[in-house]
């Protein structure tokens, strides 16, 4: 067991877990922040997506040891009020059917508009590739991330 | 307005007995922990004082807002929202007035609670209406006692009641106090199709914000305070269980709090259709933190044995059934020699019109073809998991599942505990797809909680989720077409089987459109667990039909459409046999609507199209998918899809689940296949089992519906089983080979050249 400070979605919270500890349960089970989802453990899903300093990770295979201070954004401090561009794209479209992969597939798409705010269709399919969505909305889920982008432009 | 009777009597609509005369009914808690956001988003929406119940689906405020439990468990199909729109259309209520919270499970109160063979909406269609009904009624009776005026004067319409002669009106927040006094009507009058306001206009799903801020609102969301992590350990293969286990090193593992054995079954306990389960005897690991519980799982040290062969008798929708579970360690190399062996010879006869044999004993011409397809694991996203409590000689349950009453009995026996003590939740599920009808994990937590005497989420790991399946099982199916020396079709011949059930439907198209037929079957017992997977069986029958009626199409040199719709105007004029169970015209009619939609017949340069059609779950179903070669790669590029599934509730929300079933449907076509050696799975995880991505799904997807006023039949199921076939027949367009196998794309020699 060792404790860590982590700066998560704005706030400190500290832990006391061992230190191989994934991320993903670090958040879910002791900061009960559990818009973080579990669908594979072995980076294959994207269900677990967060950011570490921006960037889209996968946090099931992301030690906590890791982190030290990088700032770690989860599904949860996308938006305050639920109004991030990819959040209020994804209601427009209405994307969701189960709903489970789609807090990391929006995590994923915020992150991809952030580097490249103008993706073209093959960029937004090669950023999106790691998320499966078993229930299958993936054309939605393109339709949205096009959406946020022009609406983040204009 | 149509009179109907409220057939299923008062008890539908039972009150809270000890709130019977109405009064202050207190929210029902849904998941402890998970408080519906949806009420504190409506923050611009005042909430009321005080709810009265008005029947168990609806409770309203005194200010007007509307309360509806919706009754069925949802794991994407959105029938959080389409079944309240049901009973706000007949309460005649604002939509935005509307707060939907998930009913626990509660036989009593809410019928049977079953998502799943695309009869969730079919069968509540009208229960749910008259539940909307009868509460206006109750609203306008309430307003007739105040205002001393007759009830039929009294118009209930977007909550507000109005007496027009005598110039009153009131909210139905203002009456429902004595509305919730007032016995339930026996008689209701329900609207007809074109007074509909709600019904058959999109609306968004209700979950959606909940969704895309990550709000608690799954079964692995759950948490309660002192709630232990329990993982379950299961034999490596099928036709494996426990012997023995050394706990030792395991539970010296931080965090851990105990490791147990559970048996999921008493002895002599008679299960149920949904009782399956290879597994029975497992082990147990119980403690403080997911993490911690995965890393001793590795420690443990469990010795397996084979199983004994053994019957057993199972009840289920079809009434008593033997089954025969052998001993062994089965192999897909094996499966498939003993799948040819069969396929040779001849089947058990289902349906026979005519002379087929004659018919084919002097053709001039036979087309022989045959297909096949591979287990499939489910692979939901969210994977099986539990919440259990014990206390004493009661639990409380919250789990993700597709049939929570028909995993009561199973819990109240190996519990020990009475069927009236279990309380259930049903939290949203993370994917189903037929999986979640299965609930042995429930049984399996609640043992678990027994056993350590605290509050347990089990939590299945990815790979013990795809190895402890409970698989569509592996197929096969002959096609033969017997044509004459002018190439006119004279008969046609499947035998279709698997391991262990026969996928085929014998009654369904083209039985009925022909004068001579023959169906065999032939099934071949097994060990490896199979169940319910989206449109079972139907999604092997659909591709391996629709690819030969394409392929005998071109041999007889006829259009596939006009092909297609040639055998149905003959089962429409002249039906061969009585038992088909489509309807030719409904059948015709997608068809028709495809060939519009679609501009069928027009050229479209490098684009190959395959068309298919299919009739199950009550509903008809068409594709048309383009397809191109791209660096030697198929992309599909579009599906246009038309289906007849009576009245649409929520139509943008029925594309999107059509949109699912083709993707889902593509996906597994192109890649879904579980192959076994020695009983083991051969993949676990998603390195392994390719799933469909982003990548490789259609570009576009376009779907339209058959207008008619015909109550509403199955929408999740339907669109998924002709993609097969689709997909087959433009590969074929696009490649010059026919695709007999699937997976279409996997380790065998690429697709194109
Ligand atoms: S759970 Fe992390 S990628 Fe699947
Ligand atoms: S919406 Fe169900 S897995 Fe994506």
Redesign the interface.
Same mark, same amino acid.
């Given at each position: 067991m060792a404790k860590f400070n982590l700066k998560i979605n704005g706030k400190n919270h500290e832990v006391d877990v061992d230190p191989s500890t994934p991320m993903l349960w670090v958040l879910r089970d002791h900061l009960k922040l559990i818009g973080t989802k579990y669908g594979c453990g072995i980076a294959q899903c994207g269900s677990c997506t967060i950011h570490l300093n921006g960037l889209a990770v996968r946090s099931c295979m992301l030690m906590v040891s890791a982190i030290g201070n990088q700032e770690v954004t989860t599904i949860e401090g996308l938006s305050e009020n639920g109004d991030h561009p990819v959040q209020k794209a994804w209601l427009k479209v209405d994307v969701p059917q189960c709903g489970y992969c789609q807090a990391g597939q929006i995590m994923t798409a915020a992150a991809l508009l952030e580097q490249n705010p103008n993706p073209s269709d093959s960029e937004i399919e090669m950023a999106m590739n790691g998320n499966i969505c078993r229930c299958g909305t993936y054309t939605r889920i393109k339709k949205a991330v096009q959406l946020a982008a022009t609406d983040t432009n204009s | 307005m149509t009179l109907i009777r409220t057939k299923i009597g008062r008890r539908a609509f039972i009150k809270n007995t000890s709130l019977a005369g109405g009064g202050l009914v207190l929210g029902f808690n849904i998941l402890s922990s998970c408080k519906p956001e949806q009420a504190k988003e409506m923050a611009s929406i005042e909430m009321p004082k005080e709810w009265f119940e008005i029947n168990s689906y609806l409770k309203i405020g005194d200010n007007g807002l509307v309360t509806i439990y919706t009754p069925n468990p949802?794991?994407?199909?959105?029938i959080r929202t389409s079944m309240p729109m049901l009973i706000a259309e007949e309460l005649d209520v604002d939509w935005k007035s509307v707060i939907v919270e998930q009913a626990p499970y509660h036989a009593e109160k809410y019928g049977f609670q079953f998502t799943g063979g695309s009869q969730g909406i079919r069968r509540r269609w009208e229960p749910l209406r008259m539940a909307g009904a009868s509460a206006r009624q109750m609203l306008q009776e309430a307003a007739a006692q105040s205002w001393q005026v007759p009830i039929e004067e009294i118009t209930a319409e977007g909550g507000v009641l109005v007496h027009e002669t005598s110039n009153q009106s009131a909210g139905y927040g203002e009456m429902a106090s004595v509305a919730a006094k007032l016995p339930v009507p026996d008689e209701v009058e329900l609207k007809e199709v074109k007074d509909f306001k709600i019904i058959g206009e999109s609306h968004?799903?209700v979950?959606?914000?909940s969704?895309?801020?990550?709000?608690?609102?799954?079964g692995?969301?759950y948490?309660k305070e002192g709630m232990l992590?329990a993982m379950v350990e299961h034999p490596p293969a099928f036709g494996m269980t426990l012997e023995s286990v050394d706990v030792t090193a395991a539970k010296a593992m931080?965090g851990i709090k105990d490791v147990v054995t559970i048996k999921s079954f008493k002895d002599g306990f008679e299960k149920g259709g949904f009782d399956t389960n290879a597994f029975p005897e497992l082990v147990a690991i119980v403690g403080n933190?997911?993490?911690?519980v995965m890393?001793a799982k590795k420690q443990l040290k469990v010795k397996w044995k084979p199983i004994t062969g053994y019957s057993e008798t199972v009840n289920g929708f079809r009434g008593k059934e033997t089954k025969n579970i052998p001993a062994g360690l089965e192999s897909t190399e094996t499966h498939k020699a003993k799948m040819e062996e069969l396929a040779g010879k001849a089947g058990k006869i289902v349906r026979k019109d005519g002379k087929p044999e004659a018919a084919f004993k002097n053709a001039a011409k036979i087309l022989e073809r045959s297909y096949s397809a591979p287990y499939l694991a489910h692979?939901?996203?969210?994977?099986l998991n539990a919440f259990a409590h014990v206390v004493g000689d009661k639990v409380k349950i919250a789990a993700p599942v597709q049939i929570p009453s028909l995993i009561v009995p199973t819990i109240a026996s190996s519990l020990g505990i009475l069927a009236e003590n279990i309380e259930m939740e049903i939290p949203?599920?993370?994917?189903?797809?037929g999986r979640k009808a299965y609930a042995h994990y429930v049984v399996e937590a609640a043992l678990i909680s027994q056993k350590v005497n605290a509050p347990v989420k089990l939590?299945y790991?990815?790979e013990d989720d795809m190895t402890n399946g409970i698989y569509r099982p592996t197929y096969h199916a002959t096609y033969r077409a017997a044509l004459d020396e002018n190439n006119n079709l004279m008969a046609l011949h499947v035998k279709a089987g698997g391991i262990p059930e026969s996928p085929l439907f014998a009654n369904r198209f083209p039985a009925g459109a022909l004068d001579n037929y023959l169906a065999e079957e032939w099934s071949i017992d097994s060990n490896i667990s199979i169940g319910a997977f989206r449109a079972p069986r139907s999604n092997f029958m659909a591709g391996a039909e629709q690819a030969f009626l394409d392929e005998l199409a071109e041999t007889l040199g006829k259009d596939p459409i006009e092909f297609r719709l040639d055998l149905l105007k003959r089962a429409k004029k002249d039906p061969v046999g009585e038992q088909n169970d489509y309807d030719a015209e409904r059948y015709a009619g997608v068809l028709e609507l495809l060939h519009e939609k679609a501009a069928w017949g027009q050229d479209n340069g490098n684009v190959h199209r395959g068309i298919s059609a299919y009739f199950c779950h009550n509903s008809y179903a068409a594709h048309v998918l383009d397809l191109t070669i791209e660096n030697g790669k198929p992309v599909v590029q579009n599906v246009c899809c038309a289906i007849d599934c009576g009245i649409v509730v929520n139509p943008?929300?029925a594309k !999107?689940?059509a949109?699912?079933?083709? =993707?889902?449907g593509i996906?597994n076509a192109f890649f879904g296949e579980l192959t076994f050696k020695d009983g083991i799975p051969q993949k676990n !995880?998603?390195?392994q089992y390719q799933? =469909?991505?982003?990548?490789d799904?259609?570009?576009?997807?376009d779907v339209h519906f058959v207008q008619n006023e015909i109550a509403p039949t199955g929408m999740g199921e339907p669109p998924f089983p002709p993609i097969f076939g689709a997909l087959a027949n433009a590969l074929y367009q696009a490649t010059g080979l026919r695709h007999y196998q699937q997976p279409f794309v996997s380790d065998r020699p690429p697709l194109v050249g």
């Amino acid at each position: 067991m060792a404790k860590f400070n982590l700066k998560i979605n704005g706030k400190n919270h500290e832990v006391d877990v061992d230190p191989s500890t994934p991320m993903l349960w670090v958040l879910r089970d002791h900061l009960k922040l559990i818009g973080t989802k579990y669908g594979c453990g072995i980076a294959q899903c994207g269900s677990c997506t967060i950011h570490l300093n921006g960037l889209a990770v996968r946090s099931c295979m992301l030690m906590v040891s890791a982190i030290g201070n990088q700032e770690v954004t989860t599904i949860e401090g996308l938006s305050e009020n639920g109004d991030h561009p990819v959040q209020k794209a994804w209601l427009k479209v209405d994307v969701p059917q189960c709903g489970y992969c789609q807090a990391g597939q929006i995590m994923t798409a915020a992150a991809l508009l952030e580097q490249n705010p103008n993706p073209s269709d093959s960029e937004i399919e090669m950023a999106m590739n790691g998320n499966i969505c078993r229930c299958g909305t993936y054309t939605r889920i393109k339709k949205a991330v096009q959406l946020a982008a022009t609406d983040t432009n204009s | 307005m149509t009179l109907i009777r409220t057939k299923i009597g008062r008890r539908a609509f039972i009150k809270n007995t000890s709130l019977a005369g109405g009064g202050l009914v207190l929210g029902f808690n849904i998941l402890s922990s998970c408080k519906p956001e949806q009420a504190k988003e409506m923050a611009s929406i005042e909430m009321p004082k005080e709810w009265f119940e008005i029947n168990s689906y609806l409770k309203i405020g005194d200010n007007g807002l509307v309360t509806i439990y919706t009754p069925n468990p949802e794991f994407g199909q959105n029938i959080r929202t389409s079944m309240p729109m049901l009973i706000a259309e007949e309460l005649d209520v604002d939509w935005k007035s509307v707060i939907v919270e998930q009913a626990p499970y509660h036989a009593e109160k809410y019928g049977f609670q079953f998502t799943g063979g695309s009869q969730g909406i079919r069968r509540r269609w009208e229960p749910l209406r008259m539940a909307g009904a009868s509460a206006r009624q109750m609203l306008q009776e309430a307003a007739a006692q105040s205002w001393q005026v007759p009830i039929e004067e009294i118009t209930a319409e977007g909550g507000v009641l109005v007496h027009e002669t005598s110039n009153q009106s009131a909210g139905y927040g203002e009456m429902a106090s004595v509305a919730a006094k007032l016995p339930v009507p026996d008689e209701v009058e329900l609207k007809e199709v074109k007074d509909f306001k709600i019904i058959g206009e999109s609306h968004k799903n209700v979950d959606a914000k909940s969704i895309v801020t990550g709000k608690p609102m799954f079964g692995s969301d759950y948490q309660k305070e002192g709630m232990l992590i329990a993982m379950v350990e299961h034999p490596p293969a099928f036709g494996m269980t426990l012997e023995s286990v050394d706990v030792t090193a395991a539970k010296a593992m931080p965090g851990i709090k105990d490791v147990v054995t559970i048996k999921s079954f008493k002895d002599g306990f008679e299960k149920g259709g949904f009782d399956t389960n290879a597994f029975p005897e497992l082990v147990a690991i119980v403690g403080n933190s997911t993490w911690e519980v995965m890393q001793a799982k590795k420690q443990l040290k469990v010795k397996w044995k084979p199983i004994t062969g053994y019957s057993e008798t199972v009840n289920g929708f079809r009434g008593k059934e033997t089954k025969n579970i052998p001993a062994g360690l089965e192999s897909t190399e094996t499966h498939k020699a003993k799948m040819e062996e069969l396929a040779g010879k001849a089947g058990k006869i289902v349906r026979k019109d005519g002379k087929p044999e004659a018919a084919f004993k002097n053709a001039a011409k036979i087309l022989e073809r045959s297909y096949s397809a591979p287990y499939l694991a489910h692979n939901s996203m969210e994977p099986l998991n539990a919440f259990a409590h014990v206390v004493g000689d009661k639990v409380k349950i919250a789990a993700p599942v597709q049939i929570p009453s028909l995993i009561v009995p199973t819990i109240a026996s190996s519990l020990g505990i009475l069927a009236e003590n279990i309380e259930m939740e049903i939290p949203r599920m993370g994917g189903g797809f037929g999986r979640k009808a299965y609930a042995h994990y429930v049984v399996e937590a609640a043992l678990i909680s027994q056993k350590v005497n605290a509050p347990v989420k089990l939590l299945y790991t990815r790979e013990d989720d795809m190895t402890n399946g409970i698989y569509r099982p592996t197929y096969h199916a002959t096609y033969r077409a017997a044509l004459d020396e002018n190439n006119n079709l004279m008969a046609l011949h499947v035998k279709a089987g698997g391991i262990p059930e026969s996928p085929l439907f014998a009654n369904r198209f083209p039985a009925g459109a022909l004068d001579n037929y023959l169906a065999e079957e032939w099934s071949i017992d097994s060990n490896i667990s199979i169940g319910a997977f989206r449109a079972p069986r139907s999604n092997f029958m659909a591709g391996a039909e629709q690819a030969f009626l394409d392929e005998l199409a071109e041999t007889l040199g006829k259009d596939p459409i006009e092909f297609r719709l040639d055998l149905l105007k003959r089962a429409k004029k002249d039906p061969v046999g009585e038992q088909n169970d489509y309807d030719a015209e409904r059948y015709a009619g997608v068809l028709e609507l495809l060939h519009e939609k679609a501009a069928w017949g027009q050229d479209n340069g490098n684009v190959h199209r395959g068309i298919s059609a299919y009739f199950c779950h009550n509903s008809y179903a068409a594709h048309v998918l383009d397809l191109t070669i791209e660096n030697g790669k198929p992309v599909v590029q579009n599906v246009c899809c038309a289906i007849d599934c009576g009245i649409v509730v929520n139509p943008d929300a029925a594309k !999107n689940m059509a949109e699912g079933a083709i =993707i889902d449907g593509i996906g597994n076509a192109f890649f879904g296949e579980l192959t076994f050696k020695d009983g083991i799975p051969q993949k676990n !995880n998603f390195d392994q089992y390719q799933m =469909i991505r982003m990548a490789d799904a259609p570009k576009e997807i376009d779907v339209h519906f058959v207008q008619n006023e015909i109550a509403p039949t199955g929408m999740g199921e339907p669109p998924f089983p002709p993609i097969f076939g689709a997909l087959a027949n433009a590969l074929y367009q696009a490649t010059g080979l026919r695709h007999y196998q699937q997976p279409f794309v996997s380790d065998r020699p690429p697709l194109v050249g």
